[in-house]
């Protein structure tokens, strides 16, 4: 099932505002508003998940993987505690043990995505994509941009299939605003 977040307008918790901000984005239209508006989003998600056995705001690794599409260098801007390093691996090195927490799919051979996806089942590894717009490939965050906006899908099939746990105010921000 895939919940399209979009923003809506009602009395909200400091937390749902943050991820209300997250759902969609006005970019900016300086030369690195895309850029921008890609990594906040990013960190409104890192901030909604929960690692098992980890401790909230420990340091996590994003692994990008492919070309992404709507940003060069995506790097999660987190709004309080925590890091996220970024490095850039193939798909062979993340299934070996480069020691993601996170994988940013971007273009890339679909054998490859496929991969990716059927061994992130189970595991605690969040994925996010820029190039699935209909989130209908395995991720479990989608990002895609229309125009001057920027927003985000959600793969609860993908989410139920990992050991990541997103909270679910991100559903249900999802279930009162969009259209499905």
Known sequence: MLIPLFLIGSSMTAPQLAMQAAAQTVVDDSPGGMALAVNRMLGG???????PNEAPGAPRTMCVIGTPRLTERPAPDLPGRGSVSVRRVSAAAAIGGAGCH????????AVDRQRLIGWVRGKAVLTVTDDDSNCNLGAMFCLNAQGQRLSF???LDSIGRGSVRVDPRVLKIGSDGGPR
């Not at 998600?45 to 690692?51: C, L």
């Open 153 to 155: 899908s959600v793969n």
């Open 45 to 51: 998600i890192v901030t909604y998940a929960t690692w």
């Open 102 to 109: 996170m994988l940013y799919l971007g273009q890339m051979p």
